[in-house]
C-alpha cells in the first residue's frame, strides 16, 4: 500500500484526529512521522514536552501518547481501513513509541462500534464545572467492557473508596501547590493573555471554579487559591469516580493504558456524559501505590457525569505536528 491510496487530506484528518487527544497541561507530547512508502505512522514524544517535575519517568507522556494512537486508529476506522498497530515496535530505537498501518479495507457492520466514536474525537473535552451527580449505572458495565478492549480495567469504587481516593488527590494537590518546582511548572502551560496565540497549554477559561465545599481536589494550575481568581461553585455532592488500572506497569502497559482512556472517553462522549481527569496523586510514587488496588497498577482516575460541556484548549495543527 503506498500514500497515493490514501489521500493527502485523508491522511491529514488522521494526523488532526490524534492531535484531538487529552494531555497533561494540553502538552500534546507527540510527534509524527509518515513513511510515504508503506503508510506507516510513526510516533514518538514530542521534544522539550516532558514535564521535568510532575511527570519525571514520562509515564503520563506515554498515556497521552496512547490516547492519540488510539484516536488515530479511531480515523482510520473512519475512512475504512483497518490497523495494524505496533507499541515499542523496535528496541533499537526506544525513542520510537508506536507505528500504526493501515493494512487494508475494513470488513463488517458499517455502522460498528467504531463509527460513533470518530464524531466522538472531535466533541470531547475536559470539564472542570461541576456535574449533576446523577447515577451511571447502565454505563458502568459498558464503559468498563470498553477498558478491557484495550488491556486495561475500569473500576468504580463504592463511597468508602471514593472517599478515600478524593483525599489522596487532595494531598497530591497541596503537595504540588507547596513544591515550588511543580508549581512553577503547572504555571507554564496557563495560557492568561487572551491574545495568546500559543498550540498548547490552558487558557483561563479552562481552568474552572474549586469546589465550594472543598470535597472535590481539582488541579489549581497557578498554584494560587481560586477563590482569589474565580468563585467557587457546589459541585456535586457524590462524585461518580473510575479508578484506570493495569495489571502491569510497563512502558508498553502505560500506552496501552492511553488507549483505553480514550476509548472510555470516546464512549462516554457519545453517550453523552462529561468528563475530567485528576492526576494529582498519580504524580507521586507514595500516593500512586496508595491509589493502586491489589493486585494492579493506577493510570488514571477519571471524573463523570452529566453536565455543560468544558471549553475548547488549542491545538497543534497537523503541520506542527508532523516531523
Known amino acids: 500500500m503506498s500514500s497515493a491510496i490514501l489521500d493527502a487530506t485523508v491522511l491529514e484528518t488522521c494526523v488532526a484526529a490524534a492531535v484531538a487527544a487529552p494531555s ?32 519525571p519517568d514520562a ?38 513509541l508506536a507505528t500504526v498501518r493501515p493494512t487494508g479495507t475494513r470488513t463488517g457492520d458499517p455502522q460498528a462500534a467504531e463509527d460513533e466514536l ?71 502551560w496557563v495560557r492568561e493573555d487572551p491574545y495568546d496565540l500559543s498550540d498548547t497549554g490552558l487558557p483561563l477559561a479552562a481552568l474552572g471554579p474549586q469546589d465550594a465545599r472543598e470535597q472535590l481536589p481539582l488541579r489549581d494550575f497557578t498554584a494560587q487559591r481560586h477563590s482569589e481568581r474565580l468563585p467557587a461553585r457546589l459541585f456535586e455532592p457524590a462524585p461518580v469516580m473510575a479508578l484506570l488500572v493495569t495489571e502491569h506497569d510497563r512502558r508498553t502497559d502505560w500506552l496501552r493504558a492511553g488507549q483505553a482512556l480514550e476509548r472510555v472517553l470516546l464512549v462516554a462522549t457519545a453517550r453523552g456524559l462529561r468528563m475530567s481527569l485528576l492526576h494529582q496523586a498519580l504524580e507521586w510514587p507514595d500516593l500512586r501505590q496508595s491509589l493502586s488496588p491489589a493486585p494492579g497498577h493506577a493510570q488514571m482516575l477519571v471524573r463523570l457525569g452529566y453536565g455543560p460541556q468544558g471549553p475548547a484548549t488549542p491545538r497543534r495543527t497537523v503541520r506542527g505536528a508532523i516531523d
Open 118 to 188: 470518530y464524531p466522538a474525537v472531535w466533541r470531547r473535552r475536559s470539564s472542570r464545572l461541576p456535574f449533576s451527580g446523577g447515577p451511571l449505572p447502565p454505563l458502568r458495565a459498558e464503559l468498563a467492557t470498553t477498558a478491557a478492549m484495550e488491556g486495561a480495567s475500569l473500576v468504580f469504587p463504592d463511597p468508602a473508596r471514593t472517599a478515600r481516593l478524593l483525599a489522596l488527590t487532595a494531598l497530591g494537590e497541596r503537595r504540588n501547590r507547596a513544591d515550588p518546582d511543580r508549581a512553577r511548572e503547572s504555571r507554564r
Open 24 to 55: 497533561l497541561y494540553n502538552s500534546q507530547p507527540w510527534r509524527f512521522r509518515l513513511d510515504p512508502e508503506t503508510v506507516t505512522f510513526h510516533v514518538r514524544a514530542a521534544p522539550s514536552q516532558g514535564l521535568r517535575f510532575t511527570d
Open 59 to 96: 509515564r503520563a507522556l506515554h498515556v497521552s501518547v496512547g490516547a492519540c494512537v488510539l484516536n488515530l486508529r479511531v480515523a482510520m476506522a473512519h475512512f475504512g481501513w483497518t490497523a495494524d498497530t505496533r507499541l515499542l515496535p523496535s528496541p533499537r530505537d526506544p525513542g520510537l
